[in-house]
């Protein structure tokens, strides 16, 4: 490790009136790191995995862009192989990032700045260093002209200054954000020199300047891109590297219906597929390629929270304000009708944001919980404190009446009526909306959902949009009902002003979907991110996951405890799993043996 020049460690010292930590190779954001600073390689990786082959991927949609920091265009799959970040996180810890592009990681006790320093062999593909004006310049040209985002994520960074050549320091807002000095750090870097000669705002098909391990080679716009791994790339020896990017091609092929992409599959035009379609997975892979042996089946393992998938209200329609209508309607979904003749019994419900993990609320209040909680009783609904949230159970036939008749009780006690087979709200209006979907595969679950809407007098019309179109509805926030997905780590921090926060409800390209405006759910948001420990952090996640749940913003789906991977018998995985995560990057190919 280099050593500063005094005064400039004086100063630093001395200004903030704090002792600052030594220079460190990885931040956990609680405890300490796994991996000691002379690691010689992440545990679930192959260290000695070989270099070489192609690897066949697919995705659904259409792409008209290599630029994946703007609103504007759909960008291509694959696109963050280009580019390093100042750090990296491990696959087997809850949130710990180890220095990628920075060597060293300096920051005082209380975390209210950080200092990276840039390794002096980092490069650009063009040859030319990585440094902390690249830093500087990527910081301010996301923030302000990159996606809305970013400008919000980065909210609390109050400044951003090269202190030298490769010294960059990110000033933080006062206040308790421990994760600020973690998630700058996930910043992928741009090249100053590149992008001060384009034109960032406009989408462009022209393969981009990058530092990391692969270059875009080839590609049909719309149809096809193919990237190639560089065997320049500065950091292919780092610790955090080996056993990683190990295709010496990756490509993307399109497809437009996931139905055609299956049988693509199994005719050998991809090699890998991760499965989220329960039926496919029990009965979709039948045929030659299978019985033979060339394509295995097999299942991961892992400890991720599943997050809520779940069908999402819009909370900006006036219709959906009413939390007794939100509460009741989950009643017209039949999970376990669902879950045994569509997925073949491979489910759970889902009952908590933060499912499959120690954050999920469960049981009555803890007195930590309730410390949180009390403060905000008169704002938040009354079953937070008193009853265990589950989401309605069927008896699985198909026909739902009691749970009908539990939901026409709410509806007719809140001065809902039925007239003519129309349910109208106390102030007389029809309850009709749309269910906005992109795939036939949910037409098979939506459809069900819809049919037993109409036993309320509900009319729930069912439309399906090409994905373009239903990405861009959902950037509008253009839409009554979705199926969405609110992901999950198990480090909650700022993500979650994102999702929940009143600040990110009108913010175009907001992950608040929901639209949620609600000072309670604020003020428990801004606790998660405060969070001093991981004690703390578990308490508050809990507080908010119940403060979420007796909202009735959604109507949970449900999840699964492991990925489903089907692969053809040419590629190789390291035998050991990552309990976090799915890195695809440690797979290799045989051939390259």
Known sequence: MRRFLLPALL??????????????????????PKYPAD??????????????????????????????FISRGSPAAGLGMLYDSLTTSSSDEPFTQYGLLAERIEMPEDRSWVIYHLREEAR???????TAEDVVYTFNLLTEKGQPFYSFYYGDVEKVEALDARRVRFSFSEGDNRELALIVGQMQVLPKHYWEERNFERGTLEPPLGSGPYRIVSHEPGRRVVYERRDDYWGKDLPVNRGRHNFGRISYEYFLDDTVALEAFKGGRYDLRLENVAANWANGYQGPALSRGHIIKETFDHSLPSGMQAFTYNLRRPLFQDRTLRKALAYAFDFEWTNQNLFHGQYRR?????????????????????AILEPLREQLPEEVFTSVYNPPKSDGSGRPRDNLLRAQTLLREAGYTLRDGQLHTPDGRPVRFEILIDSATWERVTLPFANNLRGLGVRAEVRRVDHTQYVERLRRFDFDMVVNVFPQSNSPGNEQRDFWHSSAADRPDSRNLLGLEDPA??????????????????TRVRALDRALQWGHYVIPNWYTDHFRIAYWRHLAHPGKPAPHGLPLDTWWHKDAE
Do not use: C
């Open 521 to 538: 759910i604020d003020r428990l948001v801004d606790l998660v991110i405060s969070a001093t420990d991981r004690d703390a952090l578990v």
């Open 350 to 370: 889902t009952r908590s944001y933060f499912q499959n993990s120690e954050l999920a609320a469960d049981g009555l209040p803890s007195k930590d919980e309730l």
């Open 124 to 130: 650009f593909a063009d040859g030319k260093p990585v």
């Open 11 to 32: 100063a630093g010292l001395f200004s903030h009136g704090l002792h600052a930590a030594p220079g460190e190779h990885a931040i956990a954001m609680h405890g300490e």
């Open 39 to 68: 690691f010689t390689h992440f545990d679930y990786v192959n260290p000695d995995a070989p270099k070489g082959g192609l690897l066949r991927r697919h995705t659904i949609g259409t792409y008209d862009s290599f630029n994946p």
